[in-house]
């Protein structure tokens, strides 16, 4: 079960990588911004089976809500700043 | 640990991971903005859903299980929230879908 959970973590870390592709090369601010929601969110689910791998579940499993809360507040306000009609989103 | 519930468990896991591939592939591939809220919102939600029902399932009754169970919780709320709030915020700044009725609009994918 030890193996499992490594070879899911390390499946797991590619599929992190992928979105990587998307936030350099977006058209838009907006594409980079949900690309990183998406790593960030993904991450969360690398921290947990890293607990596991580690047997280390009690202490693992309070960093993942604390990463939780921070990334969902950042990804929002970041929405409602660009939402407001004075901030320009040209890319430059 | 009984047999059914490694089983179980292994399932739950492997098929998430499955979906999160697939939520991946989605950001690059598909034409534009809002179409690629999709990929982020609803498989990544379903695929984190499997993955930590399946470490649940896989730790028992305890009170760790319990924390994961909140942090379902949490997931299914912020995410797709998240997502509708940038969608929301690119069609204020007048960014234009793919398929829009428009034919001439089709410079600012």
């Given at each position: 079960m030890e193996q499992f959970f490594l070879y899911s973590s390390i499946v797991l870390t590619i599929i992190i990588a992928v979105p990587l592709i998307r936030v350099v090369?977006?058209?838009?601010?907006f594409d980079r911004l949900l690309a990183t929601n998406a790593i960030a969110t993904k991450t969360l689910v690398l921290i947990c089976l890293i607990g596991f791998l580690f047997d280390r579940i009690d202490m693992f499993i309070d960093i993942t809500l604390a990463y939780a809360i921070l990334g969902f507040i950042g990804s929002l306000t970041i929405a409602k700043f660009l939402e407001s009609p004075k901030t320009s989103t040209k890319n430059e | 640990m009984s047999e059914l519930q490694i089983i179980l468990s292994v399932f739950l896991v492997m098929s998430g991971i499955l979906l999160m591939l697939v939520g991946s592939i989605g950001i690059l591939r598909l034409p534009d903005f809002f179409s690629r809220t999709h990929a982020v919102s609803k498989s990544d939600t379903l695929g984190i859903i499997c993955v930590i029902f399946g470490l649940i399932i896989y730790e028992g009754f305890t009170q760790s299980s319990l924390k994961l169970f909140l942090i379902i919780l949490f997931i299914v709320l912020s995410n797709p929230v998240g997502s509708h709030a940038l969608g929301r915020a690119a069609l204020k700044k007048g960014l234009t879908p793919f398929f829009s009725s428009d034919e001439n609009e089709e410079d600012k994918l």
């Open positions: 090369k977006g058209p838009t601010i | -």
